[in-house]
């Protein structure tokens, strides 16, 4: 390498450099040599008698301005260009040129490439101050690119050196898999987030008081009855149907428990099926339509297991006995049961699906073997859900834009079914608790449905014949004392009250920071702005320790706050202090104001939810 590379590395990327030094490559089949033109490029050797150029052979410059000339119409102003592949480079420097004011990250699959040219030519002339990131794929720091796309608030735009798609396919094809799952889930969080940040806290206030008054399922003596027992978990999908007649028999036997998840109460309701118990956790304020054929039978002795985030209009209108369990989405219980939950007991981590949560908490209490029916996990006969499940707001069967848009996945023969990306969020979500609770035995029953990786096949009526062969007490009573003392309520009442009145007075100090910040930036005073930026640290340092934005505000707005973070987190490299102040300022102006919205709407709730709860 280049001394001046070295010199480069060790004061820009210290740790890349020193991931460097513990990998090293022979570079013997990467070859740079001179083009027609003058320019060096790099000839690979793939095979023996094969070679493949990264550049142009003829001319690497003039294809560099082509390469940009292509992308030149899909990058504005805000657009954070990310470039897969470096090679000489050629293509970065045209890109700095055409477009000097917008960042960019470098990414080198081939450590070998990376090593050929920082021997022949100085890093300087690609890095300039808008380079944010520079990865090279060195066997410990393979994905560490992926943050990228997950947590930049800017438009991220690739290009890629087009000669790596013929000479490295099988690593440009992972590249593009592995993206492409970022951007997913990054869009699928951010839908998720925007839709449910505000009703996650709000149902977690106003489902308190049936928390109180209900039993814990893991966190009582109840629990104990389903160790070593098992339990079915029936589900929604379309081949429930098919199952209706084996489910009756072992209800009428009482050969397992039978836990309705989700929808699926309304499919054994009209086969007249009476599960266990019914599981729910949706926080949507339609969560309670799920349940509006049992309430209009009058059926109000059939356990209703909720997580403590549910809708709050479904616990409001079901009468009958009712448990619960805490989710992560709970902040309410987290912040005034703290100290009467165990945290790696009680809580039961938000999942894709109610299935999927219900698996979490049939595992944490032994039961054995769990067994899915209905879990189809993909299209059947042209249908989502099983007959019996039908909504307004909700098509039961595939319209021609689902079609358009399904994927693949393997079924439980071995064949290519379509799915959707929900379903295959459900899929991952069980593979990772079945890998993870591996040594209990698990059976996927669902004929036709998406094979589980860790949940083997076997049929149902199979399942009755070898397993299910000894008749089981079903009965699960739901009327057991609370599980928490309500003393100390009232405290941590208090405390919090304090707590946002802090959280005012830092939000007034806030605003007076900005304003500095802002006559700073208009007058270029460096000194002042370099202090102005560390009292900000401290002040945001302070926010996120106050208790109520740290356990209530925060999510409340989390939407926002996840855009703050990620803006400060790429200003952390800006080493212009007015540039930096600047956007500070306009970012934390919008974020002050999101603060004081959110904020009204949550202190109108709490006291009306909180008050009316005694010790």
């Given at each position: 390498?280049?001394?001046?590379?070295?010199?480069?590395?060790?004061?820009?990327?210290?740790?890349?450099?020193?991931?460097?030094?513990?990998?090293?490559?022979?570079?013997?089949?990467?070859?740079?040599?001179?083009?027609?033109?003058?320019?060096?490029?790099?000839?690979?050797?793939?095979?023996?008698?094969?070679?493949?150029?990264?550049?142009?052979?003829?001319?690497?410059?003039?294809?560099?301005?082509?390469?940009?000339?292509?992308?030149?119409?899909?990058?504005?102003?805000?657009?954070?260009?990310?470039?897969?592949?470096?090679?000489?480079?050629?293509?970065?420097?045209?890109?700095?040129?055409?477009?000097?004011?917008?960042?960019?990250?470098?990414?080198?699959?081939?450590?070998?490439?990376?090593?050929?040219?920082?021997?022949?030519?100085?890093?300087?002339?690609?890095?300039?101050?808008?380079?944010?990131?520079?990865?090279?794929?060195?066997?410990?720091?393979?994905?560490?690119?992926?943050?990228?796309?997950?947590?930049?608030?800017?438009?991220?735009?690739?290009?890629?050196?087009?000669?790596?798609?013929?000479?490295?396919?099988?690593?440009?094809?992972?590249?593009?898999?592995?993206?492409?799952?970022?951007?997913?889930?990054?869009?699928?969080?951010?839908?998720?987030?925007?839709?449910?940040?505000?009703?996650?806290?709000?149902?977690?206030?106003?489902?308190?008081?049936?928390?109180?008054?209900?039993?814990?399922?893991?966190?009582?003596?109840?629990?104990?009855?389903?160790?070593?027992?098992?339990?079915?978990?029936?589900?929604?999908?379309?081949?429930?149907?098919?199952?209706?007649?084996?489910?009756?028999?072992?209800?009428?036997?009482?050969?397992?428990?039978?836990?309705?998840?989700?929808?699926?109460?309304?499919?054994?309701?009209?086969?007249?099926?009476?599960?266990?118990?019914?599981?729910?956790?949706?926080?949507?304020?339609?969560?309670?339509?799920?349940?509006?054929?049992?309430?209009?039978?009058?059926?109000?002795?059939?356990?209703?297991?909720?997580?403590?985030?549910?809708?709050?209009?479904?616990?409001?209108?079901?009468?009958?006995?009712?448990?619960?369990?805490?989710?992560?989405?709970?902040?309410?219980?987290?912040?005034?049961?703290?100290?009467?939950?165990?945290?790696?007991?009680?809580?039961?981590?938000?999942?894709?699906?109610?299935?999927?949560?219900?698996?979490?908490?049939?595992?944490?209490?032994?039961?054995?073997?769990?067994?899915?029916?209905?879990?189809?996990?993909?299209?059947?006969?042209?249908?989502?859900?099983?007959?019996?499940?039908?909504?307004?707001?909700?098509?039961?069967?595939?319209?021609?834009?689902?079609?358009?848009?399904?994927?693949?996945t393997l079924d439980v023969y071995g064949n290519e079914i379509k799915t959707n990306v929900g379903f295959n969020k459900m899929r991952e979500g069980i593979e990772s608790f079945a890998d993870y609770y591996k040594a209990t035995r698990f059976?996927?029953?669902?004929?036709?449905?998406?094979?589980?990786?860790?949940?083997?096949?076997?049929?149902?009526?199979?399942?009755?014949?070898?397993?299910?062969?000894?008749?089981?007490?079903?009965?699960?009573?739901?009327?057991?004392?609370?599980?928490?003392?309500?003393?100390?309520?009232?405290?941590?009442?208090?405390?919090?009250?304090?707590?946002?009145?802090?959280?005012?007075?830092?939000?007034?100090?806030?605003?007076?920071?900005?304003?500095?910040?802002?006559?700073?930036?208009?007058?270029?005073?460096?000194?002042?702005?370099?202090?102005?930026?560390?009292?900000?640290?401290?002040?945001?340092?302070?926010?996120?320790?106050?208790?109520?934005?740290?356990?209530?505000?925060?999510?409340?707005?989390?939407?926002?706050?996840?855009?703050?973070?990620?803006?400060?987190?790429?200003?952390?490299?800006?080493?212009?202090?007015?540039?930096?102040?600047?956007?500070?300022?306009?970012?934390?102006?919008?974020?002050?104001?999101?603060?004081?919205?959110?904020?009204?709407?949550?202190?109108?709730?709490?006291?009306?939810?909180?008050?009316?709860?005694?010790?």
């Amino acid at each position: 390498m280049l001394i001046d590379n070295t010199l480069f590395l060790r004061n820009r990327f210290p740790q890349l450099r020193k991931t460097m030094l513990e990998n090293e490559y022979n570079i013997a089949d990467f070859q740079v040599i001179d083009s027609k033109s003058g320019p060096k490029t790099i000839q690979v050797e793939i095979e023996s008698d094969k070679q493949r150029m990264i550049h142009s052979m003829y001319d690497p410059v003039r294809e560099a301005e082509r390469i940009i000339a292509s992308h030149a119409d899909t990058i504005t102003e805000d657009t954070h260009v990310f470039f897969y592949g470096i090679g000489m480079g050629y293509h970065v420097e045209r890109f700095i040129s055409q477009f000097p004011g917008n960042s960019y990250s470098l990414f080198e699959p081939v450590p070998e490439i990376f090593s050929a040219m920082t021997a022949n030519k100085l890093l300087q002339e690609m890095a300039t101050e808008n380079l944010k990131a520079l990865y090279i794929d060195y066997p410990n720091n393979t994905d560490a690119y992926i943050h990228e796309f997950q947590r930049n608030n800017k438009a991220i735009h690739i290009i890629m050196l087009p000669s790596y798609e013929t000479v490295f396919p099988e690593q440009t094809k992972k590249f593009r898999k592995k993206i492409k799952q970022a951007i997913l889930d990054r869009r699928t969080n951010l839908y998720t987030n925007v839709n449910y940040q505000k009703r996650w806290i709000k149902n977690s206030f106003l489902n308190f008081e049936h928390v109180l008054q209900t039993p814990n399922l893991l966190h009582d003596d109840i629990g104990k009855q389903f160790e070593g027992k098992p339990a079915i978990i029936v589900s929604a999908g379309p081949s429930l149907k098919e199952e209706i007649d084996n489910i009756r028999y072992i209800k009428e036997h009482n050969l397992a428990y039978i836990f309705s998840v989700g929808s699926a109460i309304n499919s054994l309701l009209e086969f007249d099926i009476l599960p266990d118990a019914v599981f729910t956790y949706d926080p949507s304020e339609t969560n309670q339509n799920v349940f509006k054929k049992m309430i209009e039978k009058g059926i109000e002795d059939i356990p209703m297991v909720f997580g403590s985030s549910v809708g709050y209009e479904t616990l409001q209108k079901y009468k009958g006995p009712k448990m619960h369990f805490i989710t992560t989405q709970d902040r309410t219980s987290f912040y005034f049961l703290e100290d009467q939950l165990n945290v790696e007991k009680d809580l039961i981590l938000d999942a894709p699906s109610i299935a999927v949560m219900t698996f979490q908490i049939l595992n944490k209490l032994g039961a054995s073997p769990i067994i899915f029916a209905g879990q189809n996990l993909g299209y059947l006969h042209n249908r989502l859900y099983s007959e019996g499940v039908t909504y307004d707001h909700i098509q039961s069967t595939i319209g021609k834009e689902q079609l358009e848009h399904a994927i693949t996945t393997l079924d439980v023969y071995g064949n290519e079914i379509k799915t959707n990306v929900g379903f295959n969020k459900m899929r991952e979500g069980i593979e990772s608790f079945a890998d993870y609770y591996k040594a209990t035995r698990f059976i996927n029953t669902t004929k036709g449905g998406a094979a589980i990786k860790g949940v083997p096949f076997q049929p149902l009526e199979e399942v009755i014949q070898s397993l299910l062969d000894k008749p089981l007490d079903t009965k699960i009573d739901a009327k057991l004392v609370p599980s928490y003392e309500k003393k100390g309520i009232q405290k941590k009442y208090t405390e919090l009250q304090k707590s946002i009145q802090s959280f005012h007075a830092l939000l007034k100090r806030f605003e007076g920071l900005i304003v500095q910040i802002k006559t700073s930036t208009a007058k270029k005073q460096r000194v002042e702005m370099q202090k102005h930026l560390q009292s900000f640290d401290s002040l945001y340092a302070e926010m996120v320790k106050n208790t109520y934005f740290n356990y209530f505000l925060s999510y409340f707005i989390r939407v926002h706050v996840t855009f703050l973070s990620n803006e400060i987190n790429e200003l952390n490299g800006e080493r212009d202090f007015l540039i930096k102040g600047k956007r500070i300022a306009a970012t934390f102006a919008t974020f002050l104001q999101q603060c004081k919205n959110g904020s009204r709407e949550l202190e109108d709730l709490i006291p009306s939810v909180i008050e009316g709860i005694q010790d």
